[in-house]
């Protein structure tokens, strides 16, 4: 193999993708990994959120690894220190997704680092993919917001398929290409809707094009094929807000998008998604230091307890001494 052509389908399910195949509604996708190929059903990273999911595939590691533990965190000593600094806290949602790359630790090296002709398209961490490289750098944010304000994904699925090819045609040795629209349209519906199916149907359809172009110019032998999801999505039927239930445990708490007041804060609560929220506590000497289970349990007795009793709740961690 020369070269290397991975499509991220954000939110793509395994076991959604297999009854499609067997239903005979992606015929491209069945013919190109279910028969002539390899279709594994893997396990994604911790978080499995959008963008610190996509690090394993780009770097080789987990996103705590890489300095990146979730959509959302907080840095407890540049927190404690007061004033203004981007070290503080991070949302990579909107404009912050922009700071994702630097945030990874130098040492830790992505794949545009290492293969000089590599592109990178609608995909937030594109360290390395210097110049044009980085196909979307500044136009990604505006088709999210695109997205976000119409519903339309369909219209950015198209974008990113339309860029796909025209790269294709210029035979580079990796792309690494992100198609939303089953995530975006799973989140607005449910993994089973008809918007959503949808888009799986689009995706075969682009996979057959894209294996398309390879055949017409002389490439589809000598370039690995990879379709990838960064983690599946479960239809949300509830909702438990963190928020509510530590201002109840008068741990009033520090959050998202209300980052301006920090005042008599005693808890910090930083969400990933649906299904991973970091916490973070004020200690008796301030925020500088992680918080130990035993002075959790001192200054917040009984805390543990009720959120693994919460039905919205299958794991609680916590640091030991």
């Known amino acids: 193999m020369k070269r290397s052509i991975v499509i991220l389908a954000d939110g793509a399910r395994a076991d959604v993708?297999?009854?499609?195949?067997?239903?005979?509604?992606?015929?491209?996708?069945a013919?190109?990994?279910?028969?002539?190929?390899?279709?594994?059903?893997?396990?994604?990273?911790?978080?499995?959120?959008?963008?610190?999911?996509?690090?394993?595939f780009l770097t080789g590691c987990l996103p705590g690894t890489c300095n990146v533990p979730g959509i959302r965190w907080?840095?407890?000593?540049?927190?404690?220190?007061?004033?203004?600094?981007?070290?503080?806290?991070?949302?990579?949602?909107?404009?912050?997704?922009?700071?994702?790359?630097?945030?990874?630790?130098?040492h830790i090296r992505t794949i545009f680092e290492l293969v000089n002709d590599s592109f990178?398209?609608?995909?937030?961490?594109?360290?390395?993919?210097?110049?044009?490289?980085?196909?979307?750098?500044?136009?990604?944010?505006?088709?999210?917001?695109?997205g976000h304000l119409t519903d339309h994904w369909a219209y950015v699925d198209e974008a990113g398929l339309a860029k796909t090819l025209g790269l294709i045609r210029r035979a580079p040795r990796f792309i690494f290409a992100v198609f939303p629209g089953i995530d975006e349209y799973s989140h607005l519906a449910h993994?089973?809707?008809?918007?959503?199916?949808?888009r799986y149907v689009w995706l075969?359809?682009?996979?057959?094009?894209?294996?398309?172009?390879?055949?017409?110019?002389?490439?589809?032998?000598?370039?690995?094929?990879?379709?990838?999801?960064?983690?599946?999505?479960?239809?949300?039927?509830?909702?438990?807000?963190?928020?509510?239930?530590?201002?109840?445990?008068?741990l009033d708490p520090f959050f998202y998008p209300l980052i301006f007041n920090t005042?008599?804060?005693?808890?910090?609560?930083?969400?990933?998604?649906?299904?991973?929220?970091?916490?973070?506590?004020?200690n008796s000497d301030g925020w500088t230091r992680h918080t130990v289970r035993s002075e959790l349990e001192h200054t917040a007795p009984g805390l543990i307890e009720k959120l693994r009793d919460q039905s919205a709740v299958d794991i609680v961690a916590v640091r030991n001494e």
Do not use: Q
């Open 17 to 29: 993708m297999r009854e499609l195949v067997d239903e005979g509604k992606l015929p491209n996708i």
């Open 31 to 56: 013919r190109l990994f279910y028969e002539s190929g390899t279709a594994i059903d893997g396990v994604t990273s911790f978080p499995s959120t959008t963008g610190p999911a996509y690090l394993p």
């Open 74 to 106: 907080l840095d407890k000593p540049y927190f404690d220190a007061g004033g203004w600094s981007l070290k503080k806290h991070r949302s990579y949602v909107g404009l912050e997704s922009f700071l994702m790359g630097k945030d990874i630790w130098p």
């Open 120 to 146: 990178s398209i609608f995909n937030p961490i594109a360290r390395g993919a210097t110049g044009g490289r980085n196909v979307t750098k500044i136009m990604r944010i505006w088709y999210w917001y695109y």
């Open 191 to 198: 993994p089973h809707h008809e918007s959503t199916i949808e």
């Open 204 to 250: 075969d359809k682009a996979m057959g094009d894209i294996h398309a172009e390879l055949e017409r110019t002389g490439n589809a032998k000598t370039t690995a094929l990879w379709l990838v999801s960064d983690h599946g999505l479960s239809k949300t039927d509830h909702h438990f807000c963190m928020n509510t239930f530590l201002k109840n445990e008068d």
């Open 263 to 282: 005042k008599g804060k005693r808890a910090a609560s930083m969400v990933s998604g649906n299904g991973m929220n970091h916490l973070y506590f004020k």
